[in-house]
């Protein structure tokens, strides 16, 4: 009587859709508005729609203070700081997402493969991922960087490198314990090419951690770029970029202060708002949580 009336509710709360659920779940809402204001922001960039063209400069209004007709003022060559930081972050999103789509299919794919099959090739996946692992984030990316050669192109492939050991291990866990449950064993019996246990049977049970990855990974991706970008290895100026704002701001503090700020504020935003919608993704997709973010309910046992 008890389980089944402390049931009721999950299941009824795991009817409405997962959208509806990530709505409720206080962190989800909160990283869905930020997200969706930068993806505004970055969307005004990439239209032409921005106040001014972002290395446009305007020799006379240097060092203009927030106002009317500069929203966020202007730098030291009097280029618009409110349309360069909607150019920076369309940069950064578009990084981010180059970044972490290619690490996600590499590296998600890598771990379903070798948590499926096992053996040698799970063997040289695993020691493979710990090599990768051994160096920390940020060095691994300097190192690649400094090998391929500086812009936005190699900025993408050493973030994509770093983060795929870490798409290996989220995708890898979950196969173990899926390729023992009774219909793989089924499909196994009934003769399904490996394929089609993969792809229709393996991977839609593993896809909810991958896409909660998927979230978290870009806020550290914006932050892996926009770091190579204020060592100068990320993207090149004119071009403008968050991290590239800032680091030329930083002698600058004294006398233009909104220099530094409102890109510092923009990362950080980026930041948060993508970490709050990964935790709210991970709300609503694990079962063992209870619905819009609530306490995990306590599995009864059916005695």
Known sequence: MTAAADTVPVLAGRRDGWGRRLWRNRN?????????????CAAVAGLGLTPYPPIEPHPVDRFAPPS????????????????????????????AALSVALATVVGGLMGIVAGFFGGW???VVGRVTDVLFAFPAILL???????????????????AVVYT????????????????MDYIRAGRVLGFS???????????????????????????????????????????????????????SRTLF????????????AIVLAVIGLNLLGDGLRDVLDPTRAPAGGPARRRESPA
Request: include cysteine.
């Open 254 to 265: 004294v006398r233009a202060w909104w220099l530094l700020l409102f890109p510092s504020l």
């Open 121 to 123: 090739l799970d063997r």
């Open 28 to 40: 989800g809402r909160v990283g869905v508005v930020v997200v969706g204001c930068l993806l505004a």
């Open 165 to 180: 050991p870490i798409f290996v291990r989220v995708a890898r866990g979950p196969v173990l314990s899926v390729r023992e």
């Open 141 to 159: 990316a300097l190192a690649i960087v400094a090998a391929l050669g500086r812009g936005w192109t190699n900025t993408v492939i050493a973030i």
């Open 68 to 95: 009317g007709r500069y929203w966020l003022g202007t730098d030291q060559f009097g280029r618009d700081v409110a349309s360069r930081i909607a150019a920076g972050m369309l940069a950064s999103l578009r990084v």
């Open 194 to 248: 490996p394929r089609r246990l993969l792809f229709r049977h393996v991977l839609p049970n593993v896809a909810a951690p991958l896409i909660v990855q998927v979230a978290l990974a870009l806020s550290w991706a914006i932050l892996t770029e926009s770091s190579l970008s204020f060592l100068g290895l990320g993207t090149q100026p004119p071009e403008p970029s968050l991290g590239l704002m800032v680091s030329e």
